[in-house]
């Protein structure tokens, strides 16, 4: 957590220090297809979404479709965003990229199948490690701060970290092995997204 925010922080710093930088705010609405891939803590896996998204001004909404992809890919939930971009510290250097740092909710509703490993005993006494498939519901609410990149106007990256809240149909999505603080069905932990889009309209 604390090495992904130092390297949003080395992002932003050489965008305000380096290249010919001037004031910039895009007071236009924007729309859009974009994916990202999340990883938290709740022990289940990454999630792949597929999103569009809405901005207007300081606001911008991302809502779209969650994917399980281990160990098949299926459509597994939902996922949304808030952002609040921060236009104190906008910026837009020369060569045709814009820096957006933003405050953000996210949310996940997940519902993954999630392998589980328990260790059973034959009649003679031998140990035999057996594989359960079992449905994981989770509903995840995290608070944080991102960076966006925008190129030529209408490709973007996004880079964002947060920490927040979780609830679990099922104990096993408790990894004590992950970051963050635990309990049977609920915990604290760590939020990562990585993220590309296009912006498809811009008035």
């Known amino acids: 957590m604390r090495n992904f925010l130092l390297f949003l922080s080395l992002l932003v710093i050489p965008s305000m220090i380096h290249g010919q930088i001037k004031r910039y705010f895009d007071r236009g609405t924007g729309f859009g297809l974009c994916a990202n891939g999340s990883y938290s803590g709740t022990g289940i896996g990454p999630a792949i979404a597929a999103d569009i998204f809405i901005e207007k001004h300081y606001n911008g909404i991302e809502f779209g479709t969650v994917f399980q992809t281990m160990p098949t890919v299926r459509v597994a939930g939902l996922n949304g965003r808030y952002k609040l971009y921060l236009n104190l510290?906008?910026?837009?250097?020369?060569?045709?990229?814009?820096?957006f740092?933003?405050?953000?909710?996210?949310?996940?509703?997940?519902?993954f199948y999630y392998l589980s490993e328990e260790i059973t005993y034959k009649p003679t006494l031998e140990k035999v490690l057996v594989e359960s498939r079992t449905k994981v519901l989770t509903f995840e609410n995290y608070f944080g701060a991102g960076l966006r990149v925008d190129f030529m106007e209408r490709f973007r990256v996004d880079l964002s970290a947060g920490y927040g809240a979780y609830l679990s149909s099922h104990p096993f999505s408790n990894y004590r092995k992950n970051l963050g603080i635990h309990?049977?069905?609920n915990g604290y932990n760590a939020f990562f997204n990585i993220g590309a889009g296009y912006k498809i309209v811009m008035e």
């Open 183 to 185: 309990y049977n069905r």
């Open 101 to 111: 740092p933003y405050l953000h909710y996210s949310f996940l509703y997940r519902n």
């Open 89 to 99: 510290i906008k910026q837009k250097r020369s060569d045709a990229r814009t820096f």
